[in-house]
Nanobody
Framework: QVQLVESGGGLVQAGGSLSLSCVASGRTFSSYAMGWFRQAPGKEREFVAALDWSGGVTNYADSVKGRFTISRDVSKNTMYLQMNSLKPEDTAVYYC?????????????????WGKGTLVTVSS
């Protein structure tokens, strides 16, 4: 059974940092693109960041560019999201996702695998 499990969420003050992890199990995701999404209360789920199977190609939403960094450790089947300079508007449930095709992650459509999410709350 394929599973993506996020961790690392929590409560942090504005300007602070958090690091999220997403561990994949049930198969090897070394050839998969992966990404992070978030959903704030009352809003649609939105793209945050993505990377290709090698980790060499990355994409970010404009709202997080320069503050968030996505990375992966293929040997550990784990993806990370380092979040710095957090703002109250970053408050959301953060989800990780995986798919063979990077453009599906970037376009947020037809994605094969999703985690259940981890809550990030940024206080002002």
């Amino acid at each position: 059974q394929v599973q993506l499990v996020e961790s690392g969420g929590g409560l942090v003050q504005a300007g602070g940092s958090l690091s999220l992890s997403c561990v994949a199990s049930g198969r090897t995701f070394s050839s998969y693109a992966m990404g992070w999404f978030r959903q704030a209360p009352g809003k649609e789920r939105e793209f945050v960041a993505a990377l290709d199977w090698s980790g060499g190609v990355t994409n970010y939403a404009d709202s997080v560019k320069g503050r968030f960094t996505i990375s992966r450790d293929v040997s550990k089947n784990t993806m990370y999201l380092q979040m710095n300079s957090l703002k109250p508007e970053d408050t959301a449930v953060y989800y990780c996702a995986a798919d063979r095709l990077l453009h599906r992650i970037k376009g947020n459509y037809g994605i094969n695998y999703w985690g259940k999410g981890t809550l990030v709350t940024v206080s002002s």
